[in-house]
């Protein structure tokens, strides 16, 4: 009942106030998450071009916002968010060039145009505070000890000789040129995949679509007594599959977070999966790569290196429950910081994983010691 009430008087106070006019927008209506979430891509926009858009395309700017759609929205949002990319790209690149605020261009151009929007994320935001999972009451120190924890008890890791890296040249997301002639992995000890968890991760690979929007195949009982359960109400995606598999969305690639699938793909020539240089690195440890698989481009998809199936879905789970939205939960592998990222979805008035990536902290002295 409490949740049928929120959710009443928030559409009455969306629905019945007007929208406000530019360049005099009504504080209390800006103030939330709609507008927060649209500051939050320009401002990543912004830092990736260096705040200087001297040069830079419509096109590329457009790209760019399918990016950071995709990194901070989901399902509807998402789908709105690459319509305005499409529609207003000129325009906020033109506002961008002038200096014009990400407040500002995000009156001008998006709540000014999203009256329903607005209306239909107000029932989201009231339903998932109604439906979130609590989170664990954890600190960051119990949460580092905790990943340290979990790394060294990882036995199924690849030991330093059975993995080896060559990662070429250093690219950017807006590059569309190939900085990689060669594979990524130049050695991987194989014998890693008979292990039990590799061998049920890789035999789950052929029993998804990598194509959102179409229903997956159906399995023998026996594989799938293995898979891990779906979202409920869209069957054709949920978290493993954007994280451990990956998708394709937009024209472009989405998820696909896991060392595993990334040889496995690089290794199969029916995939057409071509590795075009790395944007980060972190030794042996963490890397987030550019690559186009079956002809459709990854700009920038990061991935633990040599860790087990079983400790990222630990890893990724622990985070999930304690650090999601915008918070990031800040680990170590082998001394080199790392934050975990991690989004949740709504689906049946249900929450459940959306994707979770890892990025790379700051360089380490300690990070450089343990990973010579």
């Given amino acids: 009942m409490q949740c049928l009430i929120l959710v009443s008087v928030i559409f009455v106070l969306v629905f019945a106030r007007s929208v406000p006019t530019f360049p005099s927008p ?8 709609n507008c927060h979430m649209c500051e939050v891509i320009l401002n990543n926009v912004r830092y990736e071009y260096h705040n200087n858009f001297t040069g830079v395309t419509p096109d590329q700017l457009r790209k760019s916002l399918y990016i950071q759609c995709d990194l901070n929205l989901n399902g ?6 690459h319509r305005i990319a499409d529609n207003d790209s000129p325009d906020i690149l033109q506002q961008l060039q002038a200096g014009t605020s990400s407040y500002r261009i995000c009156q001008r151009e998006l709540l000014l145009k999203m009256r329903f929007l607005l209306i239909f994320l107000s029932f989201l935001v009231a339903l998932a ?3 979130r999972i609590p989170k664990f009451d954890v600190s960051n120190a119990e949460l580092l000890a905790m990943a340290k924890k979990l790394r060294r008890v990882d036995t199924n890791r690849a030991r330093p000789d059975q993995v080896k890296l060559n990662y070429q040249k250093h690219t950017v997301t807006r590059d569309d040129s190939d900085a990689a002639p060669a ?3 130049s050695k991987v000890d194989t014998s890693l995949f008979r292990k039990p968890s590799y061998e049920l991760y890789l035999n789950l690979m052929d029993n998804f679509n990598r194509q959102t929007g179409i229903i997956e195949p159906r399995v023998s009982q026996s594989e799938e007594k293995n898979e891990v359960g ?4 869209r069957p054709d995606t949920s978290g493993f599959e954007h994280v451990f598999i990956g998708e394709a969305k937009n024209g472009e690639i989405s998820g696909m977070h896991n060392w595993v ?3 496995a793909l690089e290794n199969n020539r029916t995939e057409n999966f071509d590795y075009k240089g790395f944007t980060v690195k972190r030794f042996n440890i963490m890397a987030a790569l550019k690559f186009t698989w079956d002809g459709l481009l990854k700009r920038a998809g990061s991935i633990l290196i040599g ?3 079983e400790f990222d879905m630990a890893l990724y789970t622990m985070c999930f429950l304690s650090r999601r939205g915008r918070e990031t939960c800040d680990v170590e592998l082998d001394g080199c910081p790392l934050q975990i990222t991690s989004f ?3 689906q049946q008035n249900k929450v459940y994983i959306g994707s979770i990536y890892p990025t790379a902290g700051r360089i380490t002295d300690e990070c450089r010691a343990q990973n010579r």
């Fill in 307 to 309: 860790t087990s199936p």
């Fill in 26 to 33: 009504t504080i209390d209506v800006l103030i939330g998450p």
């Fill in 183 to 185: 594979k990524l992995f």
């Fill in 344 to 346: 949740e979805i709504m």
């Fill in 230 to 233: 779906k979202a409920l109400g």
């Fill in 129 to 131: 505070w109604c439906q």
């Fill in 261 to 263: 699938r990334f040889y």
């Fill in 76 to 81: 509807f949002t998402d789908e709105e968010c």
